[in-house]
Structure formats: C-alpha cells, structure tokens
C-alpha cells in the first residue's frame, strides 16, 4: 500500500513541478549561451558589472522562487491530503497513519532532492563557460585562500548538506503543518510560529554545543581579525553542528508528526 501511496502523491503536482524546471532549464541554457558566453571579462567596465549583476540578481531569485515553489508544493499537498475535507476520504483507505506519512515524506524527500539536482546542474552550466572560468582562474588563488579549500570542494560540501537537508526540511514542514492543526482557530499562525520557534531551537542548540565542545572560534566572541583558515573551519563546523542538530529534532519532530496524526486530528 505504502507504494501505491507513494505513487500517487508524486503524480500530484508533478505537471507543475516539471514546469518550474523546465523553464529553470531553459533560462540557464539561454544565460550560458546567449549572455555569458557572449561577455568579454578581460575588459570590464561599469556596464559589464552592472549586466553581471542585474543577470546574477535575477537568476538567484529564479533560483530561489523554484525552490520555495517546490516547497509549496509539498507542504501544500500534506495539508490538503490530510487534514482539509479531502482528508475524510483519504483516511478510509485501507492504509496506516504510519504509511500515510512515510508516503508524504518519501514523496516531499524526492521532490526536493530532484530540485536539489537540477539546480546544481544548472549552476554548472551556468559558470562552466570558458570566459567565466578563464575569469574566475584570476582570483581562484585568492578565492581558495578565503575558503581554505577549493570552490569545488566548497561546492561539493554544501551539496552534500543541501541532500542531507532535503529530508529533514520535509519533515520540519510536515512538523509545523501538523502542529498547526492543534489551534483550530490560528492553524497557519500556528504552524508559522512552530517553524520559527523550530528553527531558533536549532541553531541555539548548535551554537551552545560549539560552546560546550569548545569548536566555537574565540575571535567571533571576542572581536579578533580572523585568519582564513579559521573562517573555513567556523564556516563547516557551524553547518555540521546545524545539520547534526537538525537531524536530531527531525527525529523527534518525526513523531510528534506520528503521535498526532494517528489521532487524525482537525479534519476541515
């Protein structure tokens, strides 16, 4: 049943993601070829930059509006599933509260690891250009001395994090969604506030754990000019302890999600 489940809720929305990412897709092939392909990075001037940046605000907002799309997307389709009036007919199918959530996570996971993919892909082509890398292997030396590392091992990391952050993304939402459903009267208000309270305990939880292992850098405590090294090593040591706190209060977020919904709670 579970993959029946699994099934159906990838067809739901799946037009409208294939769409947001077809025209991804398309724009990132026009922007290689038809704008960044077409620059001269050996003689700039103020109306490059200017281009540059106008193309570059525009593309991470395309970016980030697919993203948060597909985003919707999900949340959307556990809310209405679930606990709006198609809910009535989806909890008379022969199927447990544990398979209906495993189907929405397993579905939400996937859609926003295959958003994850393609976005990257798109960025590759984006910057894969010869002016653009010939551009970039003027500074890469400085670039690589900020980082502590190379860009493509920078990149390459936070990819990793970004997959390891899909699932856990999902179910924070589902967690909020769900903890909204308690209030009746404020169940947006009340899953807002459940994602925003979420979200401070995690990052309180990560610094006091720096504190506490002592892998927080003095000098973002005390105000001392950092080396690079040290701005890469607090820049991965913050992400770690983020997603390793994040996967801890998922899990617990997980069955908060389980205890509720096998209530079937606040059906509109």
Known sequence: MLGKLLKFDLKHGLK???LLHGILIIISLLGRFLFLDQLNFNEPDAALVSSVALFASAIIFLFVAVCFCTWLLIAFRFYRNLFTGEGYLTWTLPASSVQHLWSKILSGSI???LD?????ACILLLVTGSNVTEAYSVIASDVNSELGMSLSTFALILFVIMLISGPVSVIQTYFCIVIGQLFPAHRVLGAVAAYFISSFVIQILSFGLQIVTGLFPEYVLIGQTSTSDQVGTYLFTTMGYSTVMMIVIAVL????????????INLL
């Open 116 to 120: 994850c993919i393609i976005e990257s």
């Open 16 to 18: 409208i993601f294939l």
């Open 111 to 113: 859609l926003l690891l």
């Open 253 to 264: 977020q997980y069955l908060v999600i389980h205890y509720i919904m096998k209530k079937k």
